[in-house]
C-alpha cells in the first residue's frame, strides 16, 4: 500500500504532466497560427507586387466623357 507521501508525489506528477500537455497544445495552435499570418502576408505582398507590376493603372484606349450641366441638357 503506498503512503499518503507517494500518492501526493504521484499526483503533483500527473498535474504537472497535464499541464506541459497544455502549454504544449497552447504553443502549437500558436505557432501554427503565426505560421498561417506569415503565409497570408507573403501571398498578399505577392499579389499585391503583381498589381503594381503588370496592373492596368492607365488604359491608353480609355476615353473620357464629360456631362454638362443639367441646364444645357433640358435646354431653356
Avoid: C, H, Y
Avoid at 9 to 30: M, V, W
Avoid at 41 to 61: H, S
Avoid at 71 to 76: C, E, I, M, S, T
Amino acid at each position: 500500500m503506498a503512503t499518503d507521501k507517494r500518492e501526493r508525489q504521484r499526483a503533483n506528477r500527473s498535474a504537472k504532466q497535464q499541464e506541459q500537455t497544455k502549454e504544449q497544445r497552447r504553443r502549437k495552435t500558436l505557432d501554427l497560427a503565426r505560421r498561417g499570418l506569415i503565409w497570408a502576408l507573403i501571398i498578399a505582398a505577392v499579389f499585391t507586387a503583381a498589381a503594381l507590376v503588370w496592373g492596368g493603372g492607365d488604359d491608353a484606349g480609355a476615353t473620357t466623357t464629360t456631362v454638362g450641366s443639367l441646364g444645357a441638357l433640358l435646354g431653356p
